[in-house]
């Protein structure tokens, strides 16, 4: 049986060096989440060269807003009719400010906290990964291990 590993986001930063590093060093296929393929031209040319260097091994689920459980759900789906299980899910995504007007950033002050700012990252840092595991639980393996004892 081939091993699965669902990484979101796949697009940048730990999440692709993640996929890259999964892809390189195993067999297992990787399902990569992301929002846009077209984040930045360096992520856009990256994911087009693993997905060029391991077309059998490597898909893409992109359109996905962690802010957004329909599109959290979608994404399971779409990971639903491809994959009948789910062997890793790395929920590595997440937003830190750098001080700008769109992304001004609780994490660099107490001073500068912003309640609106606060919510977003709360929102894709810790409850997008929350609800993407809860979508993918059905999926995830551990399910039919000899530990059948873990809550569902």
């Known amino acids: 049986k081939d091993m699965v590993c669902?990484?979101?986001?796949?697009?940048?930063?730990?999440?692709?060096?993640?996929?890259?590093?999964?892809?390189?060093?195993?067999?297992?296929?990787?399902?990569g989440i992301i929002r846009s393929k077209y984040e930045s031209v360096s992520a856009s040319s990256t994911l087009h060269?693993?997905?060029?260097?391991?077309?059998?091994?490597?898909?893409?689920v992109d359109g996905i807003d962690l802010e957004v459980q329909k599109s959290i759900d979608e994404a399971a789906t779409i990971i639903q009719e491809?994959?009948?299980?789910?062997?890793?899910?790395?929920?590595?995504?997440?937003?830190?400010?750098?001080?700008?007007?769109?992304?001004?950033?609780?994490?660099?002050s107490i001073s500068g906290i912003d309640r609106d700012w606060l919510l977003k990252s709360l929102n894709i840092n810790l409850v997008g990964h929350v609800m993407m595991t809860k979508?993918?639980?059905?999926?995830?393996?551990?399910?039919?291990?000899?530990?059948?004892?873990?809550?569902?």
């Open 6 to 31: 669902v990484v979101s986001s796949a697009s940048k930063g730990i999440g692709l060096e993640f996929t890259k590093q999964i892809l390189q060093r195993s067999d297992c296929k990787v399902v």
């Open 49 to 60: 060269h693993l997905k060029s260097a391991f077309p059998d091994r490597f898909f893409i």
């Open 82 to 108: 491809n994959f009948d299980h789910v062997d890793m899910l790395l929920n590595v995504s997440g937003i830190l400010g750098d001080n700008n007007i769109a992304t001004p950033g609780p994490e660099r």
């Open 135 to 152: 979508a993918l639980f059905p999926l995830l393996s551990h399910r039919n291990s000899p530990n059948k004892d873990l809550p569902h």
